[in-house]
């Protein structure tokens, strides 16, 4: 992979995932947004994308759900320094309305591709 600019990510793939649980836990001690998240909620990562650099940058839409209920949503970006993780911009927040529909609107393409396998 040639480094540069940002490419999609897989939102489901590994290391966007562990990206993501890095990025649930650096929020639950750093408190920089106005919702507060614990270590026993989920995280979805509703959009991703990559950038090779010296390891990988993953910019990340994230929901941090409670139970099945939106508690905040947020932009940041981890770096991946080949396995040392590190959070190096917590960006937008993200209403949870916006979230929620970003997350209904997956799980219909999802829906979608296993009724159609031959797409």
């Known amino acids: 992979m040639m480094m540069g600019g940002y490419r999609t990510a897989e939102t489901t793939g590994e290391r966007v995932v562990a990206a993501a649980q890095f990025a649930l836990a650096a929020l639950v001690t750093e408190h920089p947004y106005k919702f507060a998240a614990t270590s026993t909620m ?60 970003m997350i209904k609107m997956k799980q219909q393409q999802d829906t979608t591709v296993e009724k159609d396998p031959e797409t």
């Not at 929901?63 to 508690?71: H, K, Y």
């Not at 590190?86 to 916006?98: D, K, L």
């Open 42 to 101: 989920k995280v979805v990562v509703l959009k991703a994308s990559q950038q090779v650099v010296q390891g990988m940058n993953y910019k990340l839409t994230l929901a941090i759900l409670q139970e099945n209920d939106c508690v905040g949503a947020l932009e940041c970006t981890v770096w991946d320094k080949f396995g040392d993780l590190t959070v190096t911009h917590w960006g937008e927040e993200v209403s949870c309305s916006e979230a929620m529909g």
